[in-house]
């Protein structure tokens, strides 16, 4: 009995939903009949004041954790930059010669591909030299522009202002004139280089302290893609002209970026290669203030020594202190055959007695 | 009546096991934090030692500079005194090494009181910059010389010596 009045029930139930779903179908009939063109719908849409004040609301907190997080990885990506280039410096203070002609590093590779730049500025009493690496990223520009440098007052790389790769390599040569100035420090990337016809010395020097250099007599034997430097002849293929003195290869003229800057010696000869020619301006600008310096030292020096030991080293006389004059004046490459006399003076000097200065 | 006490046994059992879990959970974790943190201060003190020697190293690279640097015999770590006595009173050197201190200590034979061109070689130490803002100073040990004699009859003095320094240039 009850489960016929269960089946009643839902037959009735079923008969209504029909007729329902009938009604339904006509009622939209004559709805869609009466639908017109939204622009003549004269209500218009309503928005309430809980979803602009949403919609508000949630734009300036999409744009703030946006630019927050943006700000957050510049940040981030800088303090990472300056703490590598510090690093960088660091990493290149073993490669400082003591007793050596020449010194190579190992190799100083960075997680990901990154940009070196390289600044020189001369003002003060020494100058500096300022590094900076810009480290490549996904998010954002691909290399960011460096805002923090670290300074390095005691400290000359050599290099193109900014240096791109992975793998940096470094080797360094120390400046005599006559006495150490400095160790020169010399950096480049990946880049490979074309050593065409070098004299004997500079083929065994750079043979041994750069790795990815390739000696030839002729730059058709170049690799394509190489940095091509030319001692001795002019070609238009050159990347670098080394044009020698007629006297000796170890004074001459490098032409880089169609500049030309003099040298005097192969360790500013090497510098003159792998910098660019306003750099190595700079960098004779600071290590002739060097050399002035130290001059004042050893005059000192001498006279300490003198008195010490009844005249020895008084031949020196004023000639560290003339010596220190004329360096301090020089700040442009071409102006440095003017300190040869001199100190080719200082060293036969020194080379006369027992006491030596340097 | 019989499955409802089934049922609660299971999940005491159940409960057990959770509380075993998590009991054995916390028991592994605290051995791995104590061995974590006894590898952490082996590393501790390993980088210490790592940066010390680095420091050292650069601490003798200092001595090889040209305003230190012993240059009219080939030595390598030797400082010449005459040079560090003229450097300590040059003020345009100061900034240029990057550092907070750098001191040279006389040690066989040793000396007392700071060194001066006048009361040198009756002293102890050169003193060559000297500003606060540093913990410790690492040192290095080095070669002193000089050139002593009269004229041409000289030789050169080498003594043992050490060299403090301390600042951003170490770091």
New interface residues.
Partial sequence: MVIKNKEFQSRQATGYSLSLQIWTNENNRSKLRGIKPIWSNKKGVGFGFGWIFAIFVGGIIIFLAVYAVTNLVKTERQGQDVASAKEFGILLSPVETSLESGKLAPPIIFPSRSRVYNICRSEGNFGVQRLSVSSSMGIGDKYQEPEISTPFYNKYFFSPAVVEGKKFYAFSKPLNMPFKVADLVYIFGEDNYCLVSPPGEVEDELGKLMVNANVTGSISECALESVKICFGYSEPKCNVLVSFDSNSAERGIVTKNKQDVVYEGYALMYAAIFSDPELYECQIGRLMKRASSLSLIYGQKAEIVSARSDGCGSAFGESFAQYSKITSGINQSKMIGSILESSENLKEANDAISCKMF | MQSVARCSRGQMKIQEMAFVLVAMMIFFGLVALIFASINMNKLNSQTAVLRENDAR??IR?IA????L?F???????CI?V??A???KE?R??S????LDYLMIERVFPSGKGECS?VNFPNCGTITIISSSGFLSAPYGYVSLC???????K?YYKCELGRIHAAGKGL?
């Avoid at chain 2, 240059?71 to 770590?77: G, I, P, R, V, Y």
């Avoid at chain 2, 000089?146 to 041409?152: F, I, K, P, V």
């Fill in positions: 190293e650069l690279k090889g500079n040209s305003e640097g240059t009219a015999m080939t030595c390598s770590n010449d005459d040079k006595l003229v450097l040059q345009a050197y900034g240029f090494f990057n061109i000089r050139y002593e004699g009269t004229r041409d000289g770091e």
